[in-house]
């Protein structure tokens, strides 16, 4: 069982820049790969970035962005930290969503499947203002 907690959500203005960062429980979480969703009033949740499990120390992953975020957001991982990070640039008022991290199961690689992801967070709210 993992267990996730987001932070660093809040409101900022346009143009602005926010960190957001999931922290997992458990002792699996180099071998896990980490999404991070959002999901703005009225409409589906949709994927921001993922990363890939890196396995033992090595922090590094293969990345996945959507492409409204590519360019402006960076996820990485700590795995030293169990913990995701989700740094985001240039911020639109369009990026206005709660923003959720999750987790799959042990070995499986990124994606871009909400279904694919076992575990989640509780979310963090993100406003931007113009």
């Known amino acids: 069982q993992v267990q996730l907690v987001e932070s660093g959500g809040g409101l900022v203005q346009a143009g602005d820049s926010l960190r957001l960062s999931c922290v997992a429980s458990?002792?699996?979480?180099?071998?896990?790969?980490m999404g991070w969703f959002r999901q703005a009033p009225g409409k589906e949740r949709e994927l921001v970035a993922a990363?890939?499990?890196?396995?033992?120390?090595?922090?590094?992953?293969?990345?996945s962005y959507a492409d409204p975020v590519k360019g402006r957001f960076i996820i990485s991982r700590d795995n030293d930290k169990n913990t995701v990070y989700l740094q985001m640039n240039s911020l639109k008022p369009e990026d206005t969503a709660v923003y959720y991290c999750?987790?799959?199961?042990?070995?499986?690689?990124?994606?871009?499947?909400?279904?694919?992801?076992?575990?989640w967070g509780q979310g963090t709210q993100v406003t931007v203002s113009s």
């Open positions: 999750a987790a799959t199961p042990p070995y499986r690689s990124r994606s871009t499947n909400q279904e694919d992801y076992d575990y």
């Open positions: 458990g002792r699996t979480f180099s071998s896990i790969s």
């Open positions: 990363i890939n499990w890196s396995g033992g120390r090595t922090s590094y992953g293969r990345t």
